[in-house]
């Protein structure tokens, strides 16, 4: 099992339960072609975000 996160700026859904990809990630079978496809396109990624990170937004 391989946990993904979505990239910053994405939305990206699981097309098994059709439920979004959280900044805590989801497990996904790491061999599922619909992942590799979605980690190719860079629309998820595998690596943790780091804490504390804001969207830049302000007040």
Known sequence: MKVIYPVEGRI????????EVTADG???DENDSFW?????????TDEKPKA???????A
């Not at 990206?12 to 339960?17: G, N």
């Not at 590799?36 to 998820?44: H, I, M, Y």
């Not at 504390?52 to 302000?58: E, L, N, P, R, W």
């Open 12 to 19: 990206v859904r699981d097309p098994v339960t059709g439920r």
């Open 26 to 28: 989801v497990p996904v």
């Open 36 to 44: 590799l496809r979605r980690l190719a396109d860079g629309d998820v």
């Open 52 to 58: 504390g990170k804001t969207d830049g937004g302000g």
